[in-house]
């Protein structure tokens, strides 16, 4: 091969205040959580997951989904969608007018029971239930656990077909395929995504990863050369699993487009703009995982900086 | 592209020892050396860079280098090479016995200058004048900075390939290519490997990557997918750069013995063994840059875990 088969463009959508939010255990306050999300407005994202409609029980940082969805700017050409667990997150979700939701269920069904108290397959039929509603609201479905379960490790591709094939025949054009735990490796995610990509070519795949074993980059790259355009991120590398010691959260979104613009890799974000993002982030949240918080810019080490000892080699 | 082209096996040459301690502020007790480095020699490394005969005021660190070679355990089918900046240091460490050697020089002249008071040309004169001494062991050579130098960033691929020429023409037959402060992407990578590869078939070329920003591990898989079957890594993701902030270490051998081990390509460590070594490396230096040591084992994630929060995807 003479090349690695990379895409000119990628659509990265921005997922942090959902996916990030949703699992800090502080509240966050609905102000910062608006602060953040018009910050991001302001990057370049065509597509923003700001909240989830779900029980605030389940997840209480989202209790605030109705205020957030009324108080937060609303620039042309970005277009804020949420994550839906059931019928009433969607009725909720087209009260408000969004223009598109993700409806989300695992490829196992251990870890769709533990998360949603129902089967892969029954959630398949809640998406059903709520397209056979007729609103205007566009589904998206996202499936969870594809690339490995807490519970039952890594699904067979012929589950992940399945299900695939039952979702995709129920019209879904935007599919999300997630690394929840952050345990897949690029052989894997090209194996899967390739196939996928193959079968389903009318299907927008997205591609969401974790970083949990340092391989989230790597990833993406197997991805794309898969034929996926389509990924998920979070501002700050928000995300993770606070009860799986260890566990990372999203790639970081700041991260992939510092890499993906040195790779030639349009991604249409201000990096500049999103980098102050995630820095507000930290600062409201405590925390980060971010290799471009850490360490600055790409440039910031290229351009000029200071005499490494260990340039010795 | 039906696969990614990927190696079934590949070779990992352990140079936290050398790249690891010597950066370290605090001097690392010359037993602990010899503990973390008799840990390692029990892995399966066939090869592991544990000191550099370099001068004791440039990189403290390594003033134990005659001590340690003296007491280090030396298992059959383990080889013990060193860096040396010089023909001094070359002396040394055959005086010593060592089989191989690696002298390091930078792909820049500015990065060369700051590390070893002479350009990279007259880098390449020294080691034309360790080879006239015509001793017995081999001398390798290692390149900085290939893909980014922090003085004059990306140096072009026609200099990289003036200084590759030079060095192969001398009868180098192992190279190091390092993205010594870790600013490399991995189109880059891929790009720069392919075209060595295919001009030097008989060459092998070592890939040194650092995980400042996040796409140690990208690069790698670039690397491989151009050729590249030869890697260097650290335990505990050791190295980095201390007066870079941020700037991160080599990529944590675990890391990458984990994940290649999952896409299927043999590596021939003892992951038990090596994330062993890499929890007393952290005991001893106090610090470590390894998703393995935060999050434990693919497995533990894989196979059984608690529920995420975050599952909801």
């Given at each position: 091969m003479k090349n690695l088969n990379l895409p000119k463009k990628v659509f990265i959508k921005e997922v942090g205040p959902r996916d990030g939010f949703?699992?800090?255990?502080?509240f966050v306050p609905t102000e910062n959580k608006i602060e953040v999300i018009d910050m991001l407005s302001a990057?370049?994202?065509?597509?923003?997951?700001?909240t989830a409609f779900v029980h605030p029980k389940a997840?209480?940082?989202?209790?605030?989904a109705a205020e957030v969805s009324a108080k937060i700017k609303r620039p042309a050409g970005v277009e804020f969608t949420a994550l839906i667990p059931n019928q009433k997150g969607y009725e909720r979700a087209c009260g408000l007018g969004l223009k598109r939701v993700e409806l989300t269920m695992s490829a196992t069904d251990s870890h769709n029971l533990s998360n949603l108290n129902c089967t892969s397959l029954e959630s398949i039929a809640r998406l059903e239930e709520c397209l056979k509603l007729g609103l205007e609201t566009q589904l998206c479905a996202g499936l969870a656990v594809?690339?490995?379960?807490?519970?039952?490790?890594r699904p067979p591709y012929e589950r992940i077909r399945m299900l695939v094939d039952r979702i995709v025949g129920l019209g879904i054009k935007d599919l999300g395929l997630a690394d929840t735990s952050g345990v897949g490796d690029p052989k894997q995610v090209y194996d899967i995504c390739a196939r996928l990509v193959d079968a389903y070519p009318s299907v927008t795949f997205y591609v969401h990863v974790h970083n949990t074993h340092g391989a989230a980059v790597a990833n993406i790259l197997a991805a794309m050369q898969a034929g996926i355009t389509h990924f998920d991120s979070s501002v700050a590398g928000l995300g993770g699993?606070?009860?799986?010691?260890g566990a990372s959260g999203n790639v970081a979104t700041e991260d992939i487009v510092q890499i993906f613009e040195y790779m030639g890799?349009?991604?249409?974000?201000d990096i500049d703009r999103l980098i102050a993002a995630a820095k507000r982030v930290e600062e409201i949240v405590g925390h980060s995982d971010s290799a471009t918080l850490k360490a600055g810019k790409m440039g910031h080490l290229v351009e000029g900086g200071p005499i490494c000892q260990n340039n010795r080699q």
């Open positions: 949703q699992i800090e255990k502080k990057c370049g994202f065509a597509d923003i997951q700001y997840i209480p940082n989202m209790a605030d594809v690339f490995g379960c807490p519970f039952e490790g699993c606070p009860y799986a010691p890799i349009e991604t249409g974000i």
